[in-house]
């Protein structure tokens, strides 16, 4: 029999005992009330109808086409005399990382700060040429919603504890990391469900052991972790410590899990689910948890589009440009906007699911150094760093050998003696001391056929 409504039930649900609201004429309290309203409109429009959800988009775009219309001059022109009514993307250009680096250096925040805080922002992501762009409190509150809303859509277990790994090398420590407890990982949720406790470590370059020490005193639970850490922590390919110390789901972030790595996991019987962000719109799309490495878009953030035109061969796929339209980017507009990546996108999913699906993703290598006693490290560096001490157009780094590291700056003639020695010692400090670190002012990188333009790689094989 085909049922006619969705099934809102809580009996599985685990409420704390004094969930609800105890004042008059309440049910449940506002600040849980507003998050989980906002977590059942994700999901409405998510895993809702087709036509319905493409129509809500279709007028996002619309809106947003309007203010950045009224409010520049840059998109103004972008937009032309076309009408916005009948607008479609296809009518707009491509935006690229430098329309967007001239766009915000212009024009900055297209949102009055009397209207909704904006904050600035920069891209730590792989490429070579780095952006910063404004976003606003809606895209920060966003970003936590759609992560616990994922939750909701799989059933997944809420009373596991959540175990998330966040590049940083702000705070220096000992270990070469700081961990930070939560009694819940839920946001405002916490007061009305019995969830799982929640720990974020930021992470340096950690000491391995006294790392492992911190992960044993509580079971991992999900475990949000960048690739590359893991491979670095378990280079002997070996990771049974986190099936025995509690892991349930492995939730790749930032980078891709290549198929070994995968593979590794669920030979440990520990189910893998990517997410597919960004720094500049946040999630794009989540791995759907029936037919792995395919990625259902996030629709209620985002419009996929990929450009064939202009498209790289890997092994027996073809695959397109990603172009990014993030429905909320009122501060920085980012439409059409090519994010770096080549994928295949395909109208629906395998698992029944009616809406946009990405796969082959391509373009989110592990940044792995290798050391010369054998092991490998995570790189992290971010664009914020190196323009906090030179502004550059662009920029690449290289391990040539086991203990050398080029760097390139690109779009200036000349690097005076205090640049030069910040950039060693900031080198230094990521990779290791005894790397030689040889910088050069460059007017235009290289870069070949290197379509990612990835702004680390190492060339040791
Ligand atoms: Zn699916």
């Keep these: 029999m085909k049922k006619n409504a969705p099934r809102l039930d809580f009996s599985e649900a685990p409420l704390k005992n004094r969930a609800f609201s105890e004042k008059p004429m309440s049910f449940i309290d506002e600040e849980p009330k507003t998050f989980l309203s906002a977590i059942i409109d994700m999901i409405a429009i998510e895993t809702g109808n087709r036509i319905a959800r493409e129509h809500w988009q279709h007028k996002q775009l619309q809106n947003l086409l309007e203010h950045a219309g009224r409010r520049s001059a840059f998109w103004r022109e972008r937009i032309g ?8 993307l ?3 250009p491509i935006l690229t990382r430098s329309d967007v680096v001239k766009q915000v250096e212009i024009e900055g925040s297209l949102l009055p700060s009397d209207t909704i805080a904006t904050s600035k922002h920069a891209t730590s992501g792989s490429s070579g040429t ?15 919603l759609r992560s616990v809303a994922q939750y909701f859509m799989e059933g997944r277990d809420l009373t596991l504890n959540s175990t998330t790994f966040k590049p940083s090398f702000r705070k220096r420590t000992e270990g070469g990391f700081v961990v930070e407890r939560t009694t819940g990982w839920l946001g405002p949720l916490n007061s009305l469900l019995k969830g799982g406790t929640g720990k974020r470590i930021s992470y340096g370059r950690p000491n391995r052991d006294l790392l492992f020490k911190e992960l044993m005193k509580d079971p991992i639970g999900y475990l949000v972790i960048q690739p590359s850490l893991i491979e670095s922590l378990f280079h002997n390919g070996n990771i049974s410590f986190l099936r025995e110390n509690g892991t349930e789901m492995f939730i790749p972030t930032g980078e891709e899990a290549d198929r070994d790595l995968r593979d590794k996991f669920l030979a440990a019987r520990i189910p893998v689910r990517a997410n597919y962000s960004s720094e500049e719109v946040g999630c794009i799309a989540v791995e759907c948890k029936d037919c792995p ?10 419009i996929v589009e990929v450009d064939n035109r202009d498209c790289v061969v890997v092994g027996s796929n073809t695959l397109g440009r990603v172009l990014v339209t993030h429905l909320h980017s009122y501060a920085t ?15 629906g999913c395998g698992c029944g699911h009616d809406g946009p699906v990405l796969s082959n993703i391509y373009g989110r290598k592990k940044r792995l150094i290798k050391h010369s006693d054998g092991n490998v490290s995570r790189f992290g560096l971010t664009a914020r760093h190196i323009l906090q001490i030179v502004k550059c157009d662009e920029y690449r780094i290289r391990q040539t050998t086991l203990d050398t590291i080029e760097v390139e700056i690109g779009g200036i003639d000349q690097l005076n003696a205090d640049e030069i020695a910040a950039l060693k010692s900031l080198l230094k400090e990521r990779a290791g001391d005894e ?11 290289n870069w070949g056929n290197n379509a990612k333009r990835l702004a680390f790689h190492s060339e040791v094989s």
């Design 81 to 88: 005399a076309k009408k916005i009514k009948g607008i479609s």
């Design 90 to 92: 296809s009518d707009l």
């Design 130 to 144: 780095p952006v910063q762009f404004f976003v606003s409190e809606m895209n920060q509150r966003y970003n936590p």
């Design 293 to 302: 490495e395919n990625f259902h878009v996030a629709q209620s953030n985002v």
């Design 333 to 347: 507009p980012f439409v059409r906007y090519d994010i770096g990546d080549f994928a295949i996108l395909s109208t």
């Design 435 to 445: 790397f030689q670190i040889h910088i050069n002012a460059v007017r235009n990188i």
